[in-house]
């Protein structure tokens, strides 16, 4: 199980505070490749632990935007960790970067083992897109979903925001519509936080956004509940939905604390030997990412066993929580782990 991050992308979304740099234009070609070497350096200081990893054998590209990274160096980072096929090989899109690539763009993806897309629209409002400083209008959004069909990829996730204070019903409801017109495999649904280190948060600084209030969210993520539900998707984990067989097989590792391995600056792992488990993460830096570690307590491996078990639908130590009741799962979490 291996999350690879990609730190690139060609423009920083409003809300996002995840490790990435500007791929800039005359300097991105070197700035690539660079990371690249470094890359395939780690993988083979790591290749060890990546053995130990592949009793399930998933692959996670995410950043950042994979998307902006050539094809000819994805191919060499994955041929660098033994090559294809992954029972499950994901990277996260842009769907700006499918429709300028175009059909040829989906079949290199599908040459060096993509099996699983995950594509950030997060909303088909234009206006409400523009707010995001996401790169794609709606109608590319669904452009960009056609060439992946039409290039052969059966497994789509979709990405779409709620909880965001200006978001009106009748565009959530534009949004949901447009979605299941599509009819991806998977859905994932969040909820907009305000993250440090965000533009987001010096807008909410600068008195220039005002945060959501919990009514507000409440309604939106219920809404969100009863349309998917409806369409037949399946509600296996707080923000996730997918058609029956689809559920993220990488992704639901991580609820149950599968161990992995994340390579490139920021990414993060989880080593579990016997009744040893080590948490290690990578320094956020372009060049000369360095890593440090903690083992965690008993005490901290039942809590991160409770927190994650109760995001799903399959709950944690025979404690389900109500999926009505999901949207405040996380004030429930916190409350019997202080009683722990």
């Not at 079949?107 to 083992?113: F, N, R, T, V």
């Not at 993250?195 to 209030?213: I, N």
């Not at 570690?293 to 025979?318: F, H, N, Q, Y």
């Not at 389900?320 to 996380?330: L, N, R, Y």
Request: glycine share 10%; with cysteine; net charge negative.
């Amino acid at each position: 199980m291996i999350y690879l991050h990609v730190p690139f992308c060609k423009s920083f979304c409003t809300y996002c505070d995840f490790y990435s740099e500007i791929a800039c234009k005359g300097r991105e070609a070197g700035m690539m490749a660079a990371y690249a070497d470094e890359l395939c350096r780690e993988i083979d200081a790591r290749r060890p632990e990546i053995e130990n990893t592949r009793s399930l054998n998933t692959l996670y590209a995410g950043g950042g935007t994979p998307s902006v990274l050539p094809l000819a160096l994805l191919r060499r980072i994955v041929d660098r960790l033994g090559g294809a096929p992954f029972e499950e090989f994901t990277v996260e899109v842009n769907p700006e970067d499918i429709v300028a690539a175009g059909p040829g763009y989906v079949s290199g993806l599908k040459s060096i083992g993509v099996n699983r897309i995950s594509m950030g629209v997060q909303s088909l409002d234009d206006g409400m897109l523009r707010w995001m400083n996401r790169r794609h209008t709606a109608e590319r959004a669904r452009r960009a979903f056609e060439l992946l069909r039409e290039g052969g990829i059966d497994n789509i996730s979709v990405d779409i925001i709620f909880g965001i204070s200006h978001l009106t019903d009748t565009s959530l409801e534009a949004t949901i519509d447009g979605l299941l017109e599509m009819c991806p495999e998977h859905v994932s649904a969040y909820q907009l936080s305000i993250e440090e280190g965000s533009a987001l948060a010096g807008m909410v600084a600068d008195g220039s956004y005002a945060e959501a209030g919990e009514e507000l969210c409440r309604r939106q993520y219920d809404h969100i509940c009863r349309r998917l539900g409806d369409a037949g998707y399946h509600h296996y984990e707080i923000s996730n939905w997918a058609k029956p067989g689809f559920e993220a097989k990488h992704n639901s590792a991580y609820w149950t604390r599968h161990p992995y391995v994340g390579l490139g600056p920021g990414a993060h792992s989880l080593r579990i030997d016997g009744d040893v488990q080590v948490r290690s993460w990578n320094s956020q830096e372009l060049s000369g990412w360095t890593s440090e570690s903690e083992t965690l307590s008993e005490e901290e491996i039942r809590e991160e066993e409770l927190m994650l078990g109760l995001r799903t639908d399959k709950g944690a130590g025979g404690l389900v929580i109500p999926e009505p009741d999901w949207f405040i799962a996380d004030s429930i979490i916190a409350d019997i782990v202080s009683k722990a």
